[in-house]
């Protein structure tokens, strides 16, 4: 199949030979989940330590060729990142801080010793990728088009050393909602497992955080819970995160509480994004560390209100129960509160187009 350069770009497009027939699609875009199904095409980019990054191009989705000696199979050398795009009610597409996940995305290279995709590389591979499947966006209520961009070591050998070839990918995914449960807020399971220690790799988005958190999240499940909470690797005593999202507190005393990044948790932009929100809201904002214990007497008291998990996927998620092996409390009337639902309706507003977005987080694409 002949490709096509776009001279703006840089990127070669390679048509697919057998894209999903309309009537498939339309069927996926109405019932879409998460993270199960697949657009027609991907972005590639390739890197070695000769030419940099080369050979841009947008191509038919399909398997990757790899040499079994290749350094991520080995060495587990891969990094990733997770956003969404969005189509506004005038049929505009835009994005929401793509520039914000260019930059972790380094942050993250830097950590595993990869090579850094310069932030506008990154910014318009998305969009390349984006604009090649902008039919694939679901038609139910809160669709958007979730995109993972990720990079791999596909040099082949074995020695304990950086790779010097590397493969960029950009796959999309037509996402509905993150949580099955249907209920109004989530339960956790407090995990004796660790997810990172100080001086680890903690704060970078790289696979193997997340292959650690598969047998306590199994664990969260099989206990009737939605998601799992980590605490520090120290003393096993102050909250961290859940699986893959951070954790805000709001307290009696009119102020949110999150634990503070120090190496440990992932930076995430959702995170970052609430914040502003929240200082906007006129809410005063602590970033500290907060216990397990102090948590559950802070519940029984009064003194925490709510609680609620952010992230990419799941976006504003408020919590309502909390378990371990000492007991179970609840947060709140263990449902959604007023301070979580106007932040998740005032983040989902700007996401979408709905408002004026007075931070110049959304990057049109159309």
């Not at 875009?29 to 991907?42: E, K, Q």
Request: one cysteine or more.
């Amino acid at each position: 199949m002949a490709s096509t350069a776009t001279a703006a770009s840089g990127f070669a497009h390679i048509p697919h030979p057998a894209p999903r027939p309309v009537e498939e699609r339309r069927a996926v875009l109405a019932n879409p989940g998460f993270g199960t199904v697949f657009t027609d095409h991907m972005v590639a980019i390739d890197y070695d330590g000769d030419r940099g990054w080369h050979s841009a191009r947008v191509e038919p989705y399909g398997p990757i060729a790899l040499d079994p000696a290749a350094a991520v199979l080995h060495y587990a050398q891969e990094i990733f990142e997770g956003l969404k795009a969005y189509r506004f009610d005038d049929g505009g597409i835009a994005l929401f801080r793509p520039a914000a996940n260019a930059a972790r995305f380094n942050a993250s290279a830097r950590r595993l010793a990869m090579p850094e995709l310069p932030e506008a590389l990154f910014v318009e591979a998305v969009r390349q990728q984006v604009l090649a499947d902008r039919d694939w966006f679901p038609t139910v209520a809160g669709g958007s088009l979730y995109l993972r961009p990720f990079m791999f070591a596909s040099e082949a050998f074995l020695g304990v050393r950086p790779a010097r070839a590397y493969r960029f990918l950009v796959i999309a995914s037509p996402a509905g909602n993150y949580f099955k449960s249907g209920a109004p807020a989530v339960s956790i399971w407090v995990s004796d497992y660790t997810r990172a220690a100080p001086g680890g790799t903690g704060a970078a988005k790289c696979g193997g955080n997340y292959a650690a958190s598969l047998v306590p999240t199994a664990e969260a499940f099989a206990r009737g819970h939605d998601q799992v909470l980590f605490l520090d690797a120290a003393e096993h005593r102050w909250i961290e995160e859940l699986g893959g999202m951070n954790l805000f507190f709001v307290m009696a005393d009119g102020s949110l509480v999150t634990p503070p990044l120090a190496g440990t948790i992932l930076p995430g932009i959702t995170r970052d994004s609430v914040i502003a929100l929240a200082r906007e809201a006129g809410l005063t904002v602590r970033e500290e560390r907060y216990a397990l214990d102090q948590w559950r007497a802070d519940a029984q008291s009064g003194q925490v209100l709510e609680t609620f998990a952010c992230g990419t996927a799941a976006v504003v998620t408020p919590v309502g129960s909390v378990a371990d092996r000492d007991g179970a409390f609840t947060i709140g009337s263990g449902g959604p509160g007023q301070v979580t639902q106007h932040l998740r309706q005032r983040l989902v507003a700007i996401q979408r187009g709905e408002v004026p977005d007075p931070h110049g987080w959304v990057h049109r694409l159309t």
